[in-house]
């Protein structure tokens, strides 16, 4: 039998931990490892997943959705994905602002956009 040692490397033990207290706003949750990560923000894995659970409002089928988009993005690391509701109904239809205009860009891209504006980097 060989026995081989490697040095403290690029991979931890411990898992990265945070704590939110959920209220009524808080429709699902997408935990997933770091090869859907590494390829979609979470604005990304949000955004996808509510157009799932909003066509067809299976936590499994959203899973395998996410999946998809990350394998489709060129994941170099295994995917894993398990979407949780915390309701039965689908998502409901978000309205940003005062409803008169649409939106089709993320908080994060808008976020970006008011820091390239005012010269921030």
Same mark, same amino acid.
């Given at each position: 039998?060989?026995?081989? @040692?490697?040095?403290?490397?690029?991979?931890?033990?411990?898992?990265?931990?945070?704590?939110?207290?959920?209220?009524?706003?808080?429709?699902?949750?997408?935990?997933?490892?770091?090869?859907? @990560?590494?390829?979609?923000?979470?604005?990304?894995?949000?955004?996808?997943?509510?157009?799932?659970?909003?066509?067809? /409002?299976?936590?499994?089928?959203?899973? /395998?959705?996410?999946?998809?988009?990350?394998?489709?993005?060129? $994941?170099?690391?295994?995917?894993?994905?398990?979407?949780?509701?915390? +309701?039965?109904?689908?998502?409901?239809?978000?309205?940003? +602002?005062?409803?008169?205009?649409?939106?089709?860009? $993320?908080?994060?891209?808008? $976020?970006?956009?008011?820091?390239?504006?005012? +010269?921030?980097?």
């Amino acid at each position: 039998m060989i026995l081989l @040692w490697c040095p403290a490397g690029p991979l931890i033990a411990e898992p990265e931990i945070t704590q939110y207290k959920l209220d009524s706003e808080d429709e699902f949750m997408v935990l997933g490892c770091d090869g859907l @990560w590494d390829v979609l923000s979470s604005q990304r894995a949000v955004e996808v997943a509510r157009i799932s659970l909003k066509k067809h /409002n299976d936590p499994q089928q959203c899973a /395998n959705e996410l999946v998809a988009e990350a394998v489709g993005k060129h $994941s170099s690391d295994n995917v894993t994905v398990i979407v949780v509701c915390f +309701g039965e109904d689908p998502p409901k239809k978000r309205v940003y +602002g005062n409803g008169r205009f649409s939106r089709n860009v $993320s908080g994060q891209g808008l $976020s970006r956009l008011a820091s390239l504006l005012t +010269g921030e980097q």
